[in-house]
């Protein structure tokens, strides 16, 4: 089972999925480009995925996408 989001994980994994980019969602969350790259990155590894269409389907299948 793959390992539980943080919320800033998943605040960036859904903004992410919507097709935001990693300098939109740094300056909507106040963070840097590193740290957006580093929380998903991590998240992805979470739930083992690797592509952006992955990460899109699993944020509709949980309901995050909407």
Known sequence: MPGRLTNR???VVVLA????????IGARL????RT?????SD???KLRLT????L????IDHGLFG
């Open 43 to 45: 998240a992805m590894r």
């Open 30 to 33: 106040s963070l840097s480009y």
């Open 51 to 54: 592509t952006r269409a992955e």
């Open 17 to 24: 999925a919507h097709g935001h980019t990693p300098k939109e």
């Open 56 to 59: 899109v389907a699993w944020a």
């Open 36 to 40: 957006v790259e580093t929380y998903k």
């Open 9 to 11: 994980e998943r605040e």
